[in-house]
């Protein structure tokens, strides 16, 4: 039987998700570059030192805010109906990403996480990690369509991830530099043009 958290753990936890909310705020309302750590801890009511305890960066900040998409990800595909066809499979997850990033993170969070990994000149990027749970669920899914026949047999299965994540980027990028003007729903065009690349990956007899 698991123990209890101690007051002490409770307090951190607390404590680290205060800083993190408080920072996602403060990028949401003057945008990333604009934050410093200082005001972070200020609005937060902690020390620096506090801070550095559970974010190295400001950009680690920004680095749990994609692992949380990676946690909401994970947990959809392990509910998804497996029955469906692998075609469907790939556009529902991808509608998925793009759907829960805009209800759950909202336009200015989204803007903080790609205005942040631009400024990381010299550091890795973490949205373009190959290692994260979106790349290995996608090629799950089309190496499991080849073997059953569904997908072609001769598009290398790193191609057809590469191309599906391209797709999510560039419509939550479109998203973001039109929803000025123009009210959409990001899962209703990740839909749209991730069925336009994935039925392009479709075998036909």
């Known amino acids: 039987m698991p123990k209890e958290p101690t007051k002490r753990q409770l307090q951190a936890k607390d404590t680290k998700e205060r800083l993190y909310k408080n920072a996602i705020k403060l990028f949401q ?7 410093t750590v200082e ?18 960066s400001k950009h680690d900040i920004v680095v749990t805010q994609s692992k949380r998409n990676d946690d909401a990800q994970v ?3 392990e509910t998804m109906d497996k029955t469906l066809p692998y075609t469907e499979q790939m556009v529902l997850f991808a509608e998925f990403i793009c759907r829960n990033i805009a209800q759950d993170k909202g336009l200015d969070a989204e803007r903080a996480i790609y205005t942040a990994e631009l400024n990381t000149l010299n550091q890795p990027k973490y949205i373009c990690n190959e290692n994260r749970p979106l790349y290995h669920i996608f090629k799950e899914i089309f190496i499991n369509g080849q073997q059953k026949g569904e997908f072609r047999s001769d598009v290398d299965p790193n191609d057809a991830v590469e191309v599906c994540i391209i797709c999510i980027r560039g419509v939550l990028y479109e998203w973001m530099i039109t929803i000025s003007t123009n009210e959409r729903d990001p899962g209703q065009m990740c839909r749209k043009m991730a069925s336009a690349i994935v039925y392009g990956l479709k075998k036909y007899d």
Not at 39 to 56: P, T
């Open 29 to 35: 309302q003057k945008g990333y570059s604009a934050v």
């Open 39 to 56: 005001e972070i801890c200020k609005k937060s009511n902690v020390s620096k030192g506090a801070f550095y305890v559970h974010f190295s």
């Open 75 to 77: 947990s959809f595909y």
